[in-house]
């Protein structure tokens, strides 16, 4: 009889020790919140606009000939004569790459398979350093032969200052959202405990703008400002 009291009573203490354990864990869980086992992870950006002082033509030189080594020829021929009229425009060597070089058949299908000849096609990056230049250098490549413009990008030769404004941004960006979800979860002042850089770079588009545009002048390629930008992945904690 003693030996049967003895496990009821154990029973009944193992259910009171669960009990209590299930009605003390919301306490438990507030102790943790209490303890500020709490971040806030948030994004900042930045953006600082700054004046392009370098601009990038890209543009092909395309040639057909029913006989490839003709056309390969006649693109050879275009490209010298185009490296020459950029060279009296103070473009060096070193600003003009190719950005791909491609010779392929071509074909009517419209009425079978009828050979038409080979494309030879020429594409070139032209970095022009001084901006009021761009028009020009455009219309001059066009007259000494290249078919096709396919794009005006504007950037910075050093964007490094700019970024380094541009991240200082995004911290205070960080920083003011932070401020807004710390009041709005009724939470302690916060402090920075780790920050992730994540760059973005900087990117300008050229607008094109008709030569009738500037009456007697060289086509006009119009620009905005290059926008350096930058972003951070910052961690706050209690």
């Known amino acids: ?118 494309k030879v096609s020429n594409q070139l990056s032209i970095k022009v350093r001084e901006i009021k230049n761009v028009g020009k250098i455009i219309d001059l490549s066009t007259a000494a032969g290249a078919t096709v413009v396919s794009g005006v990008q504007f950037g910075v030769e050093d964007n490094s200052t700019a970024y380094n404004e541009a991240l200082i941004k995004a911290v205070e960006s960080a920083k003011q959202k932070t401020t807004i979800l710390t009041l709005a979860a009724d939470f302690d002042d916060m402090r920075i405990v780790s920050v992730k850089e994540t760059p973005m770079g900087y990117f300008g588009i050229g607008r094109y703008a008709a030569a009738s545009e500037m009456s007697g002048c060289h086509t006009a390629i119009l620009h905005n400002d290059i926008e350096v930008s930058a972003t951070v992945e910052v961690v706050f904690a209690p």
Not at 5 to 33: D, K, R
Not at 77 to 88: A, F, G, P, S, T
Request: net charge positive; no cysteine; proline share 3%.
């Open 1 to 118: 009889m003693k030996k049967y009291v003895s496990i009821s009573t154990a029973l009944v203490v193992f259910i009171f020790v669960i009990g209590v354990a299930v009605v003390n864990m919301p306490q438990m869980i507030l102790a943790q919140a209490a303890g500020h086992h709490y971040t806030i992870t948030v994004t900042g950006n930045g953006v600082v606009k700054v004046n392009p002082d370098i601009a990038t033509v890209n543009l092909s030189i395309e040639t057909r000939n029913i006989n490839r080594e003709d056309a390969k020829s006649e693109n050879t021929k275009i490209v010298q004569k185009l490296r020459k009229v950029l060279k009296e425009q103070n473009i060096i060597e070193q600003d003009i790459t190719t950005n791909w070089f491609n010779i392929y058949p071509e074909y009517d299908w419209s009425s079978g398979q009828r050979f038409l000849g080979h």
